[in-house]
């Protein structure tokens, strides 16, 4: 019988008659798959208890630590961003009953820091079933307070093996860069399953300036990057150094990738390129190769094995026809047993994105149903209005919102990226009416030095609500 669990796979992999490789690395910290399995097991000796524990530890290693030692102690591990701020910390942590953290204290909760975590005495990993709750992740919270999404233990399991499955090229020797939030859902699908492949995970932030000089000076073989890290990264210094060229396999997702971007990775990475399709509920239930990229432009790939994808009416349940556009919903084994407070998640996850399948089953991703707002009595997606604007040769990036409008029922306003160009905003408003009917023109368009992203690297709806509203309150 196979592992149960990330405890029993950890433990697999440090057994005596295993070899031992470096497993993690921070800075100049390594650890190796047998010390990382030692810390675990005194991690779990330290977590002995009941309740969830909550982990919000700034080192990776240290983080990484924790959650194992969570796992193995019998409880539920709840990964919270270390970049948070602190009342979210204290909702989470309220809401999900955690009875210890790891990381910052919170006021009245048991603390450990990681001194205390690698010197109590090991423990052997308590068995539980693999349907017992084993991670709450926390939603990226882009249109308000983050959800609590509850991961079975099996399901945990089966994410960290969505890389093989996958057929993502991640071998023994590898060195994985992480530089997406490890207290999330990438923990399982990314940090786990790169040690089931005996690779090494080397844990760094992104930094736009200098992601070539990283890639060469630390080896790296494989990474993944969202498209805004990408689009960043081609703004300053392109994709054509000798540490993007010694890459084997690079993986984008989360979020629409720019048509500049995306040119230059089918040019430049043929074979390498990979686009992950997956959310925090299911982590990858499709992924798309290069190969399958350039033959159809646009999708985000076909099922991997044991995951499966419906289209069906929005607000529905009935199946739609082969390239009819409607909600996309997934399920899989590494599907999410549900979110905290609230009814169990049930056989199929409905995503809430607008896409279609096509003949052979390949996944487009059309836009966002929770997008589509009525503004003067008219549906427009905001989606589509800011796709159509990042058309105009001046704007690099833009983002649509629509705000509460006592006339119009909604109105748009746009948040742009100038490429540097010298265009007025009256003149983009009047770019878009000569190609739109008035109701699809936002009312509003302001120039913005970046658009901000959360902790998922994702853009900010919320962070976009709260520049809206300050700005009106101010005129």
């Known amino acids: 019988m196979g592992p149960q669990d990330w405890t029993e796979l950890v433990l697999h992999l440090a057994a005596p008659s295993q070899g031992d490789w470096v497993a993690l690395e921070h800075g100049d910290e390594q650890m190796t798959i047998k010390q990382l399995a030692s810390a675990m097991l005194a991690a779990a000796g330290a977590l002995r208890g009941d309740g969830p524990v909550a982990v919000s530890e700034a080192d990776p290693i240290s983080h990484t630590v924790a959650v194992l030692g969570a796992v193995c102690a019998g409880r539920p591990a709840m990964l919270v961003d ?58 990226s919270g882009s249109t308000g307070m983050p959800k609590l999404v509850q991961r079975a233990r099996g399901a945990d399991l089966h994410a960290a093996m969505c890389l093989r499955l996958a057929n993502f090229p991640i071998e023994p020797g590898d ?28 844990f760094a932030p992104f930094a736009r300036e200098s992601v070539d000089a990283f890639l060469a000076e630390r080896r790296i073989s494989s990474v993944y990057l969202v498209p805004t890290m990408l689009r960043l990264a081609r703004e300053h210094g392109g994709l054509d150094g000798p540490g993007w060229r010694a890459l084997r396999a690079l993986m984008t997702g989360g979020e629409k990738l720019d048509a ?9 990475f043929e074979g390498r390129v990979y686009c992950a399709y997956g959310m925090t509920e299911i982590p990858r239930p499709t992924e798309a190769t290069f190969e399958e990229i350039a033959a159809r432009p646009g999708t985000v790939g076909r099922a991997i094995p044991f995951r499966q994808v ?67 009595g008219n549906r427009v997606s905001t989606e589509e209005v800011a796709a159509e604007l990042r058309r105009h040769p001046a704007v690099a990036q833009a983002a649509v919102i629509a705000v509460d409008d006592p006339t119009w029922t909604s109105r748009l306003v746009a948040f742009v990226v100038m490429t540097g160009a010298e265009i007025q905003t009256d003149e983009l408003r009047d770019w878009m009416g000569e190609r739109h009917p008035a109701y699809k023109v936002p009312r509003t368009v302001r120039r913005i030095a970046d658009l901000p992203v959360d902790s998922s690297g994702k853009v900010s709806l919320q962070t976009l609500h709260t520049i809206a509203a300050t700005s009106e309150e101010a005129s």
């Open 82 to 139: 270390p970049k948070h701020p602190q009342a979210v910390l204290d909702d989470v942590v309220e809401r999900a009953g955690a009875t210890t953290v790891v990381g910052r204290p919170v006021d009245g909760v048991a603390h450990l820091d990681r001194a205390r975590l690698v010197a109590a005495p090991p423990a052997s990993p308590l068995p539980r079933p693999p349907e017992a709750i084993g991670s709450i992740l926390l939603t």
């Open 175 to 202: 060195r994985h860069w992480l530089c997406v939030p490890y207290a999330a859902a990438p923990f399982h699908s990314l940090v786990m399953g790169a040690l089931l492949a005996r690779a090494t995970v080397v």
């Open 260 to 268: 500049p971007t995306a040119e230059v990775l089918l040019e430049r």
């Open 310 to 376: 419906r289209i069906a009416e929005v607000g529905g349940d009935a199946d739609l026809p082969v390239g009819e556009e409607g909600e996309v919903l997934v399920t899989g084994p590494d599907l999410f047993a549900g979110y905290l407070g609230q009814e169990p998640a049930g056989d199929w996850y409905r995503t809430g994105d607008l896409g279609r399948l096509d003949e052979d089953g390949y996944l487009y991703i059309t836009g966002r149903a929770s997008s589509v707002v009525k503004v003067a």
